[in-house]
């Protein structure tokens, strides 16, 4: 079998896109944000950035409607610039699952290391487990994946509501923070406003992974918009909820920086460490949710040829083993790296944002062509507005998502070379690659290459 069924129901899709969003970013980011600037500034990071996210959700849910299909973000690349830009934007997206999986195992740890006053290996050792869930539960299936997320979202919800409720006296206090820092009244740090903007962009990286996912949506044309907006819309309502009361309880003397941040409310909230056990189930289906996204990322790329070809198989069970398996083996020695050089999470989610930055230069450039009307320029201008703003302070790291594009390049050249060696005489080789850079689309060459 070489097709994956349309078996996403709009239900369905509303869970894995809401975990695919809410684990980590949600437990993870209000406590690192109070970790990169004041509370001032944390506040308004957090509010900017959901600005910023506007644009680029509506770039996404209108690329999702046009092209649902597994090609997902490399399809989106490659109406952009061509088909070197699927190869380009492959290996963009899975340079980030490269920092992207083992960082989201390494926040549940993170919640397991507060709960048990676990050691630095111990915790490590509980980020494998964690990644050996991912694998399991993608390895049994949709089925089994649609359960996790739906267990997942009751649980969230009810995490949520308790601490809300149970905290109400701090969102009285964070909306007084908000309320100084949009007002202009306090001492702002522009680079720090940079710093905890460029980290919270974490929180609304997913919308643009979803798109993987989107040929197996049914009835994409009513769904795909109805998924972004109503998840985008719920998601952004809990994340500012949450960092208001976080920066309340912050100012009130409670400790809530570092990855488990919103623990430290537990201390206000009934329940205690049961809290903290519901948190690290949200971070499991957050984490069950992106190896899903990543696992088609490299099944659709197989199929293409821009990664190797096993990774484009699916078993008797319609399942992409090998991608996950692959997964599965880098997670694990990302997880030990991190532990034997001390790279802290928050760096690896920098990476990660920073990648997805670049990736939607590509997406913007793709709505462009292919939109009308009135849409195209105003949500293009803010979409690059907003891109201008979160790349200017990442300086040196920029050389990551420039390597991988400039990677994907090469790969697409050697690729073209190879079809030219076996379709072509030597004395038309060196007209070939012009001739191969104009077929439609990536799936075009890999048909080239498979005869």
Same mark, same amino acid.
Do not use: F, H, Q, T
């Given at each position: 079998m070489t097709e994956l069924k349309k078996t996403i129901s709009f239900t369905r899709g509303m869970g894995l896109a809401i975990c695919m969003l809410i684990g980590t970013g949600i437990l993870a980011l209000p406590g690192l944000a109070l970790d990169a600037g004041t509370v001032y500034e944390a506040i308004f990071g957090w509010f900017l950035i959901a600005i910023v996210a506007v644009p680029l959700i509506e770039v996404c849910s209108s690329l999702g409607l046009k092209f649902p299909s597994t090609a997902g973000l490399a399809g989106y690349a490659e109406k952009a610039v061509g088909p070197w830009g699927g190869y380009a934007v492959s290996y963009l997206v899975?340079?980030?699952f490269f920092f992207g999986l083992?960082?989201?195992?390494?926040?549940?740890?993170?919640?397991? @290391?507060h709960l048990f006053q676990l050691s630095e290996a111990g915790a490590a050792l509980f980020a494998v487990l964690l990644v050996t869930l991912m694998f399991l539960? =993608?390895?049994?299936g949709m089925k089994v994946?649609?359960?996790? =997320?739906?267990? %997942?979202?009751a649980v969230l919800f009810l995490l949520i509501g308790m601490l809300i409720a149970f905290n109400l006296d701090f969102l009285g206090s964070g909306l007084g923070i908000a309320s100084g820092?949009?007002?202009g009244n306090v001492h702002i740090d522009l680079h720090n406003i940079w710093k905890v903007a460029a980290l919270l962009f974490w929180a609304f990286?997913?919308?643009e992974n979803l798109s993987f996912s989107l040929g197996e949506i049914k009835d994409p044309e009513k769904n795909v918009p109805r998924l972004y907006w109503l998840s985008f819309a719920l998601v952004t309502l809990i994340y500012l909820l949450l960092a208001l009361i976080s920066t309340g309880a912050s100012v009130s003397g409670a400790s809530l920086q570092g990855a488990a941040g919103l623990s430290g409310l537990v201390l206000f909230t009934p329940g205690g460490k049961l809290l903290i056990w519901l948190m690290i189930v949200v971070i499991s289906a957050n984490a069950c949710s992106w190896n899903f996204t990543a696992s088609r990322l490299l099944y659709a790329g197989g199929r293409k040829g821009i990664f190797p070809e096993v990774f484009g198989r699916l078993s008797k069970r319609n399942i992409p083993v090998s991608s996950l398996v692959g997964l599965y083996a880098l997670s694990i020695f990302l997880v030990f790296g991190s532990y034997l050089f001390k790279i802290p999470v928050s760096t690896m989610m920098l990476f990660v944002s920073q990648n997805y930055v670049f990736l939607y230069a590509f997406i913007i450039i793709a709505y462009w062509k292919t939109e009308n009307g009135w849409k195209r320029g105003i949500f293009?201008?803010?979409?690059?507005?907003s891109l201008s703003f979160l790349v200017s302070g990442f300086t040196w790291k920029v050389a990551y998502p420039i390597f991988l594009i400039g990677f994907g390049y090469y790969r697409f050249l050697r690729s073209t070379? @190879?079809?030219?060696? %076996?379709?072509?005489?030597a004395s038309k080789l060196s007209a070939s690659r012009n001739e191969i850079a104009h077929c439609e689309d990536v799936q075009e060459i890999s048909s080239l290459v498979k005869h």
């Open positions: 899975g340079g980030s083992p960082a989201v195992a390494l926040i549940g740890s993170e919640y397991m @290391k539960s =993608n390895l049994a994946i649609s359960l996790i =997320n739906y267990a %997942s979202l820092a949009i007002s990286i997913g919308w293009s201008a803010l979409s690059l507005v070379d @190879k079809i030219s060696a %076996s379709r072509l005489p």
